[in-house]
């Protein structure tokens, strides 16, 4: 009896005489909020749960989120930054070296002082955004090397709860949730921000 | 005959991870008790976490059906294991990732070496994972010449100072920011001098330590918070941005895991991402949570394992009272409220599964036998049934297992009478004045214990006071 044979015919054993199975009651938990996704009133929401996990928000008009990134990166004194091959060509900061990724060794990546990227959903009730490695958003490491990560989110993908999130994500892509900078309780447990990932997260909320 | 026996249900074999302290609960507790400085280190922890979780839990209005989905969602999963491991595994598989099968420890260990080794590996990162402490893995790396770098901040303190992790989700919640200070001073090569005991510094400097390793590490093992069969998708809840190192970085990803951490379906990430963080850290959500489906041309690692481990769970799935051990989602919560856990600290429990969970997970995973004074090491306060997001009634577990257990009665006499009433010191003092100790179980017991007291088998008559006992184990130490 090889392993896989013995573990699944223990758990069967196991359950040898237990009663039949009973579907689970669909239960009577929120599947979501009280408001439809993209509201105003949810964009508030988002924006004060990033900013309690000390991300910083822009509320910028669609017009004017080339200029807010170039700015952020300006003023964080980002020299060079990565952005997915899919990032909307009119969000490249003008004022900073802008490297696409084309399959960057970590190295590389980890030289780099920042990276923009999309989202593919935020979730307002926890202030999270969650990345799904679409084109606008690319390979989980670019996100990750560098020390400043500069995230833009349009309305209509904040939605209110979790379960809304999880309903909207396609399983099979890789996903990272994000909510706040890197950060740590292991000392004391304080929140400290600033680990291994990125030390600053900047979200940039569009009006459209 | 053997392939009978073989099919059977089991128990963890000895000798091998750390599920069995060096020695009895009581033992142990007593020298945890006379140490000062752990008891401030464990109030201020846990009071802290208390009072964060409390908040934002109080912020969901539908926690308590959260928690009875959580449930469900748990009770069906088990009642239904072999069948959802398959379709994890076909899941998986179809994903391009490769699934092993674990009968226990011995076996996961030796998977993950000839794994490591056939990538060509001297040495492996690894994210914080229950399940690879419980099977020992650092040690049988080591013991194969493969070093085992813990990149967790809380792990790291764990292992450069050479001690045991003491809390589910804290492991080095026993240390304050000066002993970590000390001991970053002490075994970092690379450490400034000048590094101050502000938690922002310490976590710099874990930051620059293990940059390097992060960049240049072929392999990395981890563990998964839950694995959905629908979809074969692994999560990992974390904080700090070591997971996403982990779990992104190197070329070949195994993942070690309890048969018991599969979900069903996709929908129920939706109810366990909500109780998870807000139970555990105190956080509406954790920094980073990742999750994977096999292998992602491309992207992140191109070889994937997944080693699926039994190591005594098939043994806690036959208790039909006893199963509900294996709903943990490791959150720490009963840890965080527990009185006696609040004053002994992890290490008493002598197992990785410490508090109150691991006073029901331990002796079910070894057999009673071998940690036979762990459901004993409860005051049965109910303190941790009221926090545990997906409500396992840890109170019952504790009696069920009691009624199992071979305890010499002096031992849990002791035991009970020393918890129960660490737990209430008011209401000692107040049932000394009226009654010289002794009494105190009983209907006359006031709000909120009364409500207990219907369904609990409080502690017998201690034949001593609750100081006498105090002081004797207090001079031993
Ligand atoms: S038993 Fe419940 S409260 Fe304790 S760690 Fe497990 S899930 Fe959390």
Known sequence: MNARDTVLARLRAALAGAPPTVPVPPGEHRRQGDLPPGHPELVDLLEHRLTDYRA?????????????????????GAAAVVVPPGLPTEWRPGPVEVVVDDDLPADRLAGLD?????????????????????ADQGRRVISLLPDLHVCVVRPDQVVATVPEAV????????LTWISGPSATSDIELNRVEGVHGPRRLHVVLTDG | MRRTFLGMPATAPRGVGHLRGDESFPAAARKALGDAQLRRNLRHATTTIRAKSGAVIGEVPDWQELRAAGRAIKSDTMARLPELLEQLEAAVTG???????????????????DLVRAAGADRVMKVKSMATQEIGLNEALEAAGIEPVETDLAELIVQLGRDKPSHILVPAIHRNRAEIREIFLREMPDVDAALTDEPAALAAAARRHLRRTFLSTKVAVSGANFAVAETGALAVVE??????????????????????KVIPTWDDLGVFLQLLPRASTGERMNPYTSMWTGVTPGD??????????????????????????????????????????????????????????????????TGVADNASLPYASSLCGACYDACPVMINIPELLVHLRSQAPHPRSEAIAMAAAAYTMDHPR?????QR????????????????????????????????????????????
């Open chain 2, 300 to 365: 992140g690692p191109q070889q994937v394992h997944l080693v699926l481990l039994d190591n005594g769970r098939s043994a806690v799935l036959a208790d039909a009272v006893g199963r509900q051990a294996l709903h943990c989602i490791r959150c720490s919560a009963c840890l965080n409220v527990c009185p006696v856990y609040e004053r002994t600290g992890g290490h008493a429990y002598g197992s990785v599964y410490p508090g109150p969970i691991g006073a029901v997970l331990s002796p079910q995973l």
């Open chain 2, 427 to 431: 209401l000692y003092a107040v049932a």
């Open chain 1, 167 to 174: 309903a909207r994500l396609t399983p099979g892509r890789p």
């Open chain 1, 114 to 134: 920042g990276v923009v990227t999309a989202a593919a959903v935020a979730v307002a009730e926890t202030g999270t955004i969650v990345l799904d490695a679409a």
């Open chain 1, 56 to 76: 910083e928000v822009h509320r910028v008009a669609e017009a004017a989120v080339a200029d807010t990134i170039a700015g952020i990166l300006t003023a964080a």
């Open chain 2, 434 to 477: 009226a009654a010289g100790l002794g009494r105190v179980a009983g209907p006359a017991l006031p709000p909120p214990l009364n409500g207990w007291t219907a369904s609990r088998d409080l502690p017998a008559a201690p034949p001593q006071t609750f100081r006498q006992w105090w002081s004797e184990n207090r001079s031993e130490s």
């Open chain 2, 239 to 260: 904080s700090e941005g070591n997971g996403r190192m982990c779990l992104t970085l190197p070329e070949t990803l195994i993942t070690v895991m309890g048969v018991e």
């Open chain 2, 95 to 113: 994903a391009g990732g490769t699934v092993h099968w674990a009968t226990d420890a011995v076996q996961a260990n030796r998977i993950v070496t």
